[in-house]
């Protein structure tokens, strides 16, 4: 069993900037994919960005060159950079980790961008 802890959520105005962190626990970390999905009210949770075990990157296309995520498998950590925010970023943000059809889920952290 996996558990992921989310934290850096809050409120940023439009252009600012904000990091998403998460701690998993268990040993294998190394192996599993890990990543970041996002939920809006009303709308179906979507990718934001994904690092496969060898450390490959897939965005989605509404945040790339904006958004950078990051792992620090010595750490069990995974991060996601925020950068030049946008009003419609605002969602519940849920770190995710894979593995061989598993997956597990954290709890969710919310990011509101607004002035």
């Known amino acids: 069993q996996v558990q992921l802890v989310e934290s850096g959520g809050g409120l940023v105005q439009p252009g600012g900037s904000r990091r998403l962190s998460c701690v998993a626990t268990?040993?294998?970390?190394?192996?599993?994919?890990t990543g970041w999905y996002r939920q809006a009210p009303g709308k179906q949770r979507e990718l934001v960005a994904l690092i496969n075990s060898f450390g490959k990157v897939n965005y989605a296309d509404s945040v790339k060159g904006r958004f950078t995520s990051s792992r620090d498998n010595a750490e069990n950590a995974v991060y996601l950079q925020m950068n030049n925010l946008k009003v419609e970023d605002t969602a519940v943000y849920y770190c995710n980790a894979q593995f061989l059809g598993q997956n597990w889920w954290g709890q969710g952290t919310q990011v509101t961008v607004s002035s």
């Open positions: 268990g040993s294998r970390f190394s192996v599993y994919a």
